[in-house]
């Protein structure tokens, strides 16, 4: 028989779930669970600047149909307590102590551009504690291109903040721009117990481990080689922010992973098409 916890959760979508707070070493963590509570759950790892409210209902509610997902504001993201650390490494140390804090041995990590770099730190880290791993947008330590973060960011802006995410996610193509405005539909879509958006402290200290991580070095890809976990990475031919070199980089690297890259799409490619993503995903995710 079902808790009502459990029940609850299958009723919740991306729109209507509440948040909830776990304590993480004396600090509060915001997060947001929904789906069926079966198998292994999936933890979503945010992008720069984003909020629980910029992960794609089109996508969080085709995996919550068959499996548990759990998106969560690292600390001092959004309405997260703390401060917000400027490394890679000490996000995802952070993100780990979230995980052991709700309870879980083992997760399956979909880490989306800055998200991806994180995960990929997890699974390195502590590899016991990931299943499976999707690299949505990002590139391996050393990334080419994500230096460059600043300016790519203030062209993204340059007609105004609202445009930014259509302009640094989709192509400038009709069906590219089109897929950009329904997807700033779909971000719109949860209309109550909406994310505080982040402080600049939080933006400047992410901007920092972004840019620091690519000035990072190593040799080899010796991390890479190193994960032995299925993953599947994905990605856009036209990424501007993690340019998509670093896509193929990965699977040159990742010895036990396979690489989808969707013509005409940038760096939201999940999200412009996210029907093929979480079919593939889904199927990633299920196979043995």
Avoid: C
């Avoid at 629980?52 to 509610?61: L, Q």
């Avoid at 802006?157 to 009709?174: H, Q, R, V, W, Y």
């Avoid at 620091?212 to 190593?218: A, E, I, L, R």
């Avoid at 980089?249 to 993503?277: C, M, P, R």
């Amino acid at each position: 028989m079902k808790t009502i916890e459990e029940t609850n959760a299958e009723v919740f979508t991306h729109e209507t779930v509440p948040t909830s707070y776990v304590d993480v070493k004396n600090v509060k963590f915001a997060y947001r669970a929904f789906g069926k509570k079966v198998g292994v759950p999936l933890i979503f790892l945010q992008h720069f600047t984003g909020t629980m409210d910029n992960w794609d209902p089109a996508v969080t509610n085709a995996f919550a149909q068959n499996r548990y997902v759990i998106l969560f504001n690292n600390k001092g993201v959004a309405s997260s307590e703390g401060s917000a650390p400027d490394s890679v490494a000490e996000m995802a140390k952070d993100a780990i102590d979230f995980i052991d804090a709700l309870g879980y041995e083992q997760v399956d990590l979909l880490g989306f551009s800055l998200g991806g770099f994180i995960a990929q730190e997890i699974v390195a880290n502590r590899p016991s504690l990931v299943r499976k791993l999707i690299l949505a947008g990002t590139g391996p330590i050393g990334s080419a291109g994500i230096t460059q973060l600043e300016a790519v960011i203030g062209e993204g802006m340059k007609d105004g903040p609202e445009n930014a995410l259509i302009n640094l996610f989709f192509t400038k193509s009709e069906e590219g721009i089109s897929a950009g405005r329904a997807f700033m539909k779909r971000l719109g879509s949860r209309t109550v117990n909406r994310d505080v958006p982040n402080s600049g402290a939080t933006i400047g200290a992410q901007a920092k481990a972004i840019i620091t991580y690519g000035y990072q070095q190593d040799n080899g890809h010796q991390q890479l080689a190193g994960i032995k976990h299925p993953v599947l990475i994905v990605n856009g031919t036209s990424d501007l922010i993690v340019p998509t070199l670093n896509s193929f980089t990965l699977a040159k690297h990742l010895q036990n992973s396979k690489l989808i890259v969707w013509s005409d799409a940038g760096h939201g490619g999940l999200f412009q098409y996210h029907e093929d993503f979480n079919r593939e995903a889904e199927f990633f995710l299920g196979s043995n």
